[in-house]
């Protein structure tokens, strides 16, 4: 075992791991935040999906020991806990989420996109979201739920 | 569909279930709402006061109303359609209700959330409950104000006196607590006219803690001092550990114990631990590491030949054979002797995996007293019976807590997975979570039954279809428990083989044997699925055959409008576990959803080369379903589903909002099956493994819109959950044969 500083949501956390421990195992064991998401440990559903100094990145498929200053944001970081981010928003108003166990995954993709790409086209959205898969089978509510956030956050 | 085999314990409201409920706790739920509070209203009483008239309900002297959501959460939203059908008997403010989740007991009635009964078995109960509550508010009111109870209305949160004056419902419940309880027979159910919420579109109650990652599901849960295992399982299901190394797995950091489990033998049940090899950790990387490290030996058993693509063959083998006859109407053999044209398919659905997006998890604390779960499981009574069997326990010392489903489909329906962290927790003495991999989910699910399908049908001279013989061979669901259960069940076929409805003079459906060789389980929809399929795909057959447009061709063969009687066709079929007086197969509803839906996919429209619409319709789990796919077929063999058309007569819709979710997600769910999904087994080891290999749709695979037109309805609500899933896949066939002229007979659609 290891200890790594770890900046996650703004705040600097020691943990204690094996080096190899997949940044996922690290957020949701050692840190207990359980909104990020176990799915396959292969980066082939995205339920895990974190921000890596931004960027979307698959928290299974990353070890801790490769994480250095970077900065990490999960689910529970994209709001201030008092205003929703605006893709949350859209999310609500659309009404997205079935059993809703992938969906923090694709927020933080759809979160991710926009940022790099505020005005995203359909082909825009399939090619960030084509990594997260829903099997209850709500990809058309998060397609639109990803043009109505690009038009909240143009507000 | 469980309770197809384990007759279905029907709640009926009787005074025996409206046990005053002591288990209903009111945690500190501030409520910003001020209350004013004058002789001519008086909203709170005595902040102690509890009024729980029945097990689903409890409002305390704040005013906050308490509802149980009794059966599981997995996507449907049924945790908050239930309480929002209480909630409206009630007449309480749907801001006033804290929706609270039952645990698993006897006491709620029915909790197997399977088959899509939901709302169908509750519907009533759960109204009565409301106005059995909503009643005694109103007798509470007027012994206040000394008048009668004609003169007393409860509505919004209130019950209101005819000169004006109201008492609120956290005032009246200590007084109403003390009254009795009024006779089932008394109590008077709103007029639907009068719904506030049924009907209406409303947001399910975990929105916004899904979406903000607040939300707890089975792999969510944390209890103090908890340890994590995993479990390599044996390939072959229900064999053992002939020997194992555990060395280089205990010199994994966190690693703290390695033993085995006893397997079941074969059949292994619905509810027993696979067995194998465990590993305990202190976290989980340190288990599935571990787990990496060690080398098994297994032991062989009567399944470690079975491979799939030989099965397969051998079933279509038998299925060109004459079987056991499971309906026979008219003389099959003389019509086709008759007939003019004669139409032969076969069809081949292959072995499928649920692959909920959460794997199978569960957190087991057994101590000397008992053992408590907290799990993502459909059916908490069987899974807290289970748990107390294999620890050879009393069910009142096993608590099951059930947590939100991160998806189910069928296969949290088996508690296996609950079992399993049970019987670490005994032998490690501390609470364990219980993690199965994605690889393990794959390879030891309780599958979808592989299927072979042959099909013949006779048209003679005057273009009528006269001839229909349907065999279905394929593994039933019963030998995952009873070695002897190898031939297809009579519910089994009902699910779409034995109840097709079409006039067809002569008609015969048989069986061969097929035993089952590894688990198999319950999948949305279940043998509907292959059914519908191959039903479906021979309607559009015939159509072609006879020249009539398919959608005429299902309003010739369906017939005039009528009530079908099932037993003329055959003993043996079931109508989900329904009287048929109760839930009639009425023709007028099939035809209506036909024709609806040719209006609103605007059905015949001028396509471009490449693309076709192709429709088909399928009653399940109660439900009239049709759909019409529209796809274009590039040059590439690519398929673009461009729109589906879902029209749905499903009774009384309580939240149309969810029925539309559960029909997009489904064209999505059969997307998989229809394109991607296919499970191998090769000498009795599962070929897939992950995401990579066993395929489900992605955003890029899924419909581009899917239009969801509910019919209008006061009739008794019937299933939304698995009705979706059915005839999508036929339709989408049938479409690219009118876009290409390619008949599609074998899941997954290989175009190529």
């Known amino acids: 075992m290891a200890i790594f500083k770890l900046n996650v949501n703004g705040q600097t956390k020691d943990v204690d791991a094996l080096p190899d421990t997949p940044l996922l195992w690290v957020i949701r064991d050692n840190l207990q935040l359980s909104g990020t998401k176990f799915g396959c440990g292969m980066a082939q559903c995205g339920a895990c999906t974190v921000h890596l100094d931004g960027t979307a990145i698959r928290s299974c498929s990353i070890p801790v020991s490769s994480i250095g200053e970077r900065s990490v944001v999960t689910i529970e970081g994209i709001s201030d806990g008092t205003t929703l981010h605006p893709v949350q928003k859209a999310w609500i108003e659309t009404n997205v989420p079935q059993c809703g166990y992938c969906q923090t995954g694709q927020i933080m993709s759809a979160v991710a996109l926009l940022a790099k790409n505020p005005t995203p086209t359909d082909q825009d959205i399939n090619n960030a979201m084509s990594g997260n898969l829903c099997r209850c089978g709500t990809y058309e509510r998060i397609k639109k739920a990803i043009h109505s956030a690009a038009k909240i956050s143009a507000q | ?752």
């Open chain 2, 1 to 752: 569909m469980n309770t197809l085999v384990e007759e279905s314990k029907i709640f009926k409201v009787s005074r025996r279930d409206f046990i005053k409920s002591t288990s209903v706790g009111l945690s500190g739920l501030m409520l910003g709402i001020s209350f004013s509070c004058t002789d001519s209203k008086k909203l709170l009483g005595d902040p102690n006061a509890r009024f729980a008239p029945n097990v689903y309900i409890s409002i305390a002297g704040n005013g906050l109303v308490t509802l149980i959501a009794h059966r599981s959460e997995m996507g449907t939203g049924i945790r908050t359609s239930l309480p929002r059908i209480i909630a409206d008997e009630l007449e309480a403010t749907w801001n006033m209700v804290k929706v609270e989740q039952a645990e698993g007991d006897e006491k709620y009635g029915d909790q197997n959330t399977d088959g899509s009964y939901s709302v169908r078995m509750f519907f009533v109960p759960l109204r009565k409950a409301g106005a059995m509550a909503r009643t005694m508010l109103e007798q509470a009111a007027a012994k206040e104000w000394n008048v009668d109870v004609s003169s007393c209305k409860a509505k919004d949160h209130e019950v209101v006196h005819t000169s004006g004056k109201t008492l609120g419902y956290g005032y009246l419940a200590g007084k109403a607590s003390t009254l009795p309880l009024p006779d089932e027979g008394t109590l008077k159910l709103k007029d639907p006219a009068d719904f506030k919420f049924i009907g209406k579109q409303f947001s399910i109650v975990d929105l916004e803690d899904i979406v903000t990652g607040k939300a707890k599901f089975g792999m969510d849960t944390v209890v103090p001092n908890t340890k994590v295992a995993v479990i390599q399982r044996s390939p072959e299901a229900g064999v053992g550990v002939k020997s194992f190394n555990a060395d280089a797995a205990m010199k994994v950091p966190g690693v703290t114990k390695v033993f085995k489990i006893d397997p079941p033998g074969f059949p292994t049940a619905f509810n027993k631990a696979l067995g194998g090899v465990v590993v305990v950790a202190e976290n989980t990387w340190s288990a599935m590491k571990g787990r990496k490290e060690l080398t098994v030996e297994w032991e062989k058993g009567n399944n470690a030949d079975y491979t799939t693509s030989t099965y397969i063959a051998d079933m279509m083998k038998r299925a060109k054979t004459k079987g056991k006859v499971r309906r026979d109407n008219g003389n099959v053999d003389k019509a086709f002797s008759e007939s003019t044209k004669i139409l032969e398919a076969e069809f081949i659905v292959p072995t499928l995996s649920h692959a909920s997006m959460e794997t199978p998890t569960a957190i087991a604390s057994v101590t000397g007293s008992g053992c408590e779960v907290w799990a993502p499981v459909q059916d908490s009574q069987n899974t807290r019976k289970s748990v107390a069997d294999a620890l050879g326990m009393d069910v009142k010392n096993v608590k099951v807590n059930v947590t939100l489903l991160g998806g189910a489909f069928g296969r949290k329906s088996m508690p296996d997975f609950v079992v399993e962290a049970a019987l670490i927790s005994k032998e490690i003495g501390s609470p364990v979570k219980i993690v199965w991999t994605r690889e393990d989910d794959i390879q030891h699910d309780f599958y979808h039954s592989p299927s072979a399908q042959y099909m013949k049908v006779g048209i003679n001279k005057d273009n009528q279809v006269v001839g229909w013989l349907h065999r279905s061979v394929f593994p039933p669901i019963m030998g995952t428990v009873m070695s002897d259960a190898n031939e297809p069940a009579g519910f089994e076929l009902s699910l779409g083989m034995i109840d097709m409805p079409y006039v067809i003079g002569n008609v015969r459906c048989e069986t061969h044997v097929a035993p089952t060789r590894t688990r198999i389980g319950w999948l949305r929809s279940v043998c509907n699925i292959q059914h519908a399929f191959a039903v479906c795909g021979m309607i559009d057959e015939i159509a072609h055959a006879r020249g009539v447009d398919p959608v005429q061709n299902i309003m010739d063969l369906i017939g005039e409008d009528r009530t079908i009687d099932f037993k003329t066709f055959s003993e043996e079929v079931a109508n989900y576990n329904e009287k048929q007086e109760d839930f009639p197969w009425e023709t007028a509803r099939f035809k209506k959803v036909v024709t609806t839906a040719k209006e609103k996919s605007n059905w015949g429209k001028q396509l471009p080369k490449g693309s076709g619409q192709g429709i088909a319709v399928h009653r399940s789990f109660l439900t009239y379903v049709a759909c019409v796919v529209e796809v274009t077929v590039g040059d590439n063999n690519k398929i673009t589903i461009n729109k589906v058309d879902y029209v749905v007569d499903c009774g009384i819709a309580v939240n149309p909002e969810r029925v539309k979710s559960q029909f997009e997600g489904g064209a999505s769910f059969s997307t998989s099956i229809a394109m991607k999904s296919e499970i191998t087994i090769k000498n009795g080891a599962t070929e897939q493994s992950n995401f990579h290999n066993y395929l489900i749709a992605r955003m890029t695979d899924a419909p581009l819109e899917t239009a969801v037109h509910i019919i209008e309805s006061d009739g008794k609500p019937t299933g939304a959950g698995e009705p979706p899933v059915p005839p999508f896949a036929p339709a989408l066939c049938n479409a690219i044969f009118a876009a290409t002229g390619k008949r599609i007979r074998q899941l997954p659609i290989k175009l190529a």
